[in-house]
């Protein structure tokens, strides 16, 4: 079994930056992606990004809403990815939870293996 652990999230200004980790434990050898999620108010968990990890390559893949704003980053030795937000708009606020997949690819399609437990995000002024 794996857990994840999801930690940076808080209120920020518009346009300002926040920078969320996600550290896995337990049986993390199995574990080729990481990523984000991320659901708001009233509506459906949605995709924000992936990164390969491990022995995989690191591919990334972003939702459209946030390329040019967000990066995906990991580093292997940790078992840890993080998201790095910047421009922040009041339509990025939401619960952020961290996932891992088979491979960065499929986890973009929602084929996730593992969930965290969520950390907040408010953009606000």
């Known amino acids: 079994q794996v857990q994840l652990v999801e930690s940076g999230g808080g209120l920020v200004q518009p346009g300002g930056s926040l920078r969320l980790s996600c550290a896995a434990s337990g049986r993390t050898f199995g574990i080729s992606a990481m990523g984000w999620f991320r659901q708001a108010p009233g509506k459906e968990r949605a995709f924000v990004a992936a990164?390969?990890?491990?022995?995989?390559?690191?591919?990334?893949y972003y939702a459209d809403s946030v390329k040019g704003r967000f990066t995906i980053s990991r580093d292997n030795a940790k078992n840890t990815v993080y998201l790095q937000m910047n421009s922040l708009k009041p339509e990025d606020t939401a619960v952020y939870y961290c996932?891992?997949?088979?491979?960065?690819?499929?986890?973009?399609?929602?084929?996730?293996?593992?969930w965290g437990q969520g950390t907040q995000v408010t953009v606000s002024s």
């Open positions: 990164i390969g990890v491990g022995r995989s390559g690191g591919s990334t």
């Open positions: 996932a891992t997949g088979g491979d960065p690819f499929r986890l973009q399609l929602g084929t996730v293996g593992s």
